[in-house]
């Protein structure tokens, strides 16, 4: 986050914290294509990513109005819910897998599509696209959190629930990995 935005993050956190209610819909316009991305760039599913997405808030807003808790951090709080969601999202998916004659797994649900069936354009993109996917998760995520979404190793730390160190080496390792799956 650049200087502007986290000013703006304080002072949503003013108003939220204060029962502001009009304020929940400007964190929406403000926070919606950011939580969108990283979600989708997990799930690869644009109708799944959308309603995670929508969930992210709903649950930001149970949790601020309903239980009248405070947040401390606001950006890194609904990265959390979103990467608690996406983890709810995969456990649900892993019940939903069928065993076939062969003993091969398949997934039931057809909604997911791989970003390549989508997005058929650039060999680049997809390059990169297929080393993420080869990636660990924890990789996968700290560089879309990092690359993809610009947040500072402090942020990070605080979604992930790690220290700022351990994500800087954890960043180290994924780009290292991520580096290797793209050489030939």
Not at 87 to 110: C, H, M, N, P, W
Not at 140 to 160: A, C, G, N
Request: proline share 1%; no cysteine.
């Amino acid at each position: 986050m650049n200087y502007t935005e986290k000013i703006q993050e304080k002072i949503f956190l003013s108003r939220l914290n204060s029962f502001d209610t009009e304020v929940f819909i400007e964190i929406y316009n403000f926070y919606v294509n950011r939580i969108y991305r990283f979600v989708y760039l997990r799930v690869k599913s644009r109708e799944d990513a959308e309603d995670l997405s929508s969930e992210v808030f709903m649950k930001t807003w149970q949790y601020v109005y309903k239980k009248e808790n405070r947040i401390a951090y606001l950006n890194a709080f609904l990265y959390q819910i979103a990467r608690n969601l996406i983890t709810d999202y995969f456990r649900k998916l892993k019940d939903d897998v069928s065993i076939d004659e062969d003993g091969a797994q398949e997934v039931v649900d057809t909604k997911q599509m791989s970003f390549h069936e989508k997005f058929d354009t650039d060999v680049k993109y997809s390059e990169v696209e297929k080393a993420l996917e080869n990636l660990k998760d924890e990789y996968r995520e700290v560089i879309i959190l990092s690359y993809i979404e610009d947040l500072s190793s402090s942020e990070i730390s605080k979604i992930m629930n790690r220290s700022k160190g351990a994500v800087r080496i954890l960043i180290h390792r994924a780009m290292k990995d991520l580096k290797k799956n793209l050489t030939p």
